[in-house]
């Protein structure tokens, strides 16, 4: 490594530290909350209406309304690994509904979406009726004669990683006990499960659960670190109260052989899970049979921080098991049912010709289920677009053919034809394309102007009328395509520029964009290692998704062929 490239990373942390030092918040300054209407605003305007036949949104709040489906009742907030965090507070998409509907709300939960079993951390309580449950550390094992408690804390999440625990004072192996009561809502047979990077068993009322303490199998719990999701079943009776009690051992307690490629951190962890078990069939034939019986009707699918994570990857696209089956027998039953879709990435939408509204909703923070409810009812119209392209079939993702290693290599043979720019090389139209995204009210883009001045400069105008009948936002999109080339291939066209504009019923404004133009029209030059901008004439195109129906186009001209290096 070069000292000039070493001094350069140095230099990259000391000033992050130096901004640090600027915040003027003291070194381990307590937590405080923050609850921000922008956090709301935020979960509003990134959502996609993908499709609205027949204006079945936004809905009437006079009318009743069926909510349906997985992530009704859970707070889908984020990806998980890194990209999770502990909230304050959570909203539901369901209580979101239900804040917003006048006439009533009825609910029925179809299928589950999770691939483990949810945590129940949040539905414990402890001894003194506090919402959790309780963890005592100890040095000696619990066959020991004296046990002395090192520390004692009450937790709300039973997904529990000890990284970054500092206590100086823990023997090689130490343990955890974890206890807390829980109340069935429902009878039935309830499922348990018990994920370790250590080992432990749980129990309810003293009775043996689930044993992941012998002939331990690896899986991708504690991001490859831990074990499958050992499971167990009891019959429970509402209402009762059950005392769940789990004794754990830290991660060298563990005899299991560490799976290859696998970074082992930390001193270990636990994850506690279990629900009602669900007759899949039996719950969707319930869920069609309430659709059928009402005028409005959402179902919530998609994926969650379990399914989308760093340390893994989908093998797939397909939403998780029987969801396509609850969402066809829903539409089936109502046709006009509102399909809305929470994931970081594209899911298949097999049902997607049959169903008439699609939203796609990401994870939306912890204001998702208000952020989503004040566009499903019209208090905010949609205004998002497509950061990424969805194609119909896993197959036709430019990555496919290539998502393998070879002799040690990762191979990118899709070259520069990723998102937008492979489905219109190969002619293969996607699900929804990239940049599309429908509003509540319609606009029209008129008149486009190019205005070439000095410096490279082009700047790119055009006009957009708000001709519905509410206000809205559009987001005026600016795409290059370049003239043949000798040397390179180059995309149909790639988008250089974008601009947001407000708009109220019947109002007019107009749209400037700035670029570039060596820019706009550079590809890189592996040849002479710089970017390089052919002299030609290139076509700006001006519309409201990568696929408009209809495109303003105007030419523009570079007179001489530039290289450059850097930006």
Not at 537 to 546: F, L, Q, R
Request: charged share 20%; with cysteine.
């Amino acid at each position: 490594v070069k000292k000039s490239e070493l001094n350069d990373r140095i230099r990259a942390i000391l000033r992050l530290v130096s901004s640090g030092l600027r915040t003027s918040i003291p070194e381990n300054a307590p937590k405080l909350e923050l609850d921000r209407p922008e956090d709301r605003t935020l979960a509003r305007q990134t959502q996609v209406l993908l499709k609205n036949e027949g204006n079945i949104l936004p809905f009437d709040k006079d009318k009743r309304i069926a909510v349906i489906g997985p992530n009704s009742k859970i707070a889908t907030i984020s990806g998980g690994g890194s990209a999770s965090l502990t909230p304050y507070y959570t909203v539901t998409l369901f209580e979101g509904v239900s804040a917003k509907a006048s006439a009533g709300v009825e609910w029925a939960q179809g299928v589950y979406s999770h691939q483990m079993l949810p945590t129940i951390g949040s539905h414990l309580q402890t001894h003194n009726g506090r919402e959790g449950f309780t963890i005592k550390l100890y040095n000696n094992p619990p066959e020991a004669s004296h046990r002395e408690l090192l520390e004692e804390r009450t937790l709300t999440d039973s997904n529990v990683l000890f990284a970054g625990f500092d206590r100086q004072d823990l023997a090689h192996i130490w343990h955890v006990d974890a206890e807390g009561i829980f109340t069935a809502a429902e009878s039935g047979l309830y499922d348990f499960g018990l994920c370790v990077y250590g080992t432990a068993r749980l129990y309810i009322d003293d009775e043996l659960i689930v044993d992941n303490v012998e002939n331990q199998r690896s899986g991708p719990s504690f991001i490859g670190c831990g074990t499958v999701e050992e499971t167990g079943t009891k019959e429970l009776v509402a209402g009762q109260h059950y005392k769940i009690f789990l004794r754990w051992a830290s991660a060298n307690s563990s005899t299991r052989v560490k799976p290859d490629g696998v970074v082992l951190f930390g001193h270990g962890g636990f994850r506690i899970a279990g629900c009602k078990r669900l007759d899949f069939d039996v719950s969707i034939m319930e869920a069609a049979d309430l659709a059928r019986s009402v005028d409005q009707v959402v179902l919530f699918t998609g994926l969650s921080g379990e399914w989308e994570s760093e340390g893994q990857d989908r093998p797939h696209m397909n939403l998780p098991p029987s969801n396509d089956d609850l969402i066809s027998a829903v539409l089936d039953a109502n046709p006009n049912t509102v399909i809305v879709v929470q994931s970081g990435t594209p899911v298949a939408m097999p049902w997607a010709d049959k169903a008439k509204a699609i939203v796609q909703a990401w994870f939306g923070g912890n204001e998702t289920g208000n952020g989503i409810a004040d566009v499903l009812y019209g208090d905010v119209n949609p205004s998002g677009k497509l950061p990424l392209t969805m194609p119909r079939r896993i197959q036709d993702n430019p990555a496919y053919s290539n998502y393998r290693c070879e002799g040690g290599r990762t191979l990118y043979g899709e070259d520069m034809y990723v998102g937008y720019r492979w489905y219109e090389n190969i002619e293969t139209a996607p699900l929804f394309p990239f940049g599309h995204g429908l509003s509540y009210t319609t606009f029209e883009m008129t008149n486009l102007e190019l205005r070439q001045g000095g410096s490279n400069n082009l700047t790119v105008s055009c006009q957009v009328e708000n001709n519905g009948g509410r206000a809205g936002a559009q987001v005026v999109q600016v795409y290059v395509a370049a003239p043949k080339s000798h040397y390179v291939g180059r995309p149909v066209k790639e988008l250089k520029g974008f601009t947001k504009v407000f708009l109220e019923a019947g109002e007019t404004d107009k749209v400037e964009i700035d670029l570039d133009l060596v820019q706009a029209t550079s590809y890189w030059d592996e040849i002479e290692d710089k970017w390089c901008s052919e002299a030609g004439t290139y076509k700006i195109m001006v519309g409201d998704s990568s696929a408009a129906t209809k495109f303003l186009t105007k030419k523009a001209t570079v007179e001489k062929t530039t290289w450059w290096s850097g930006l």
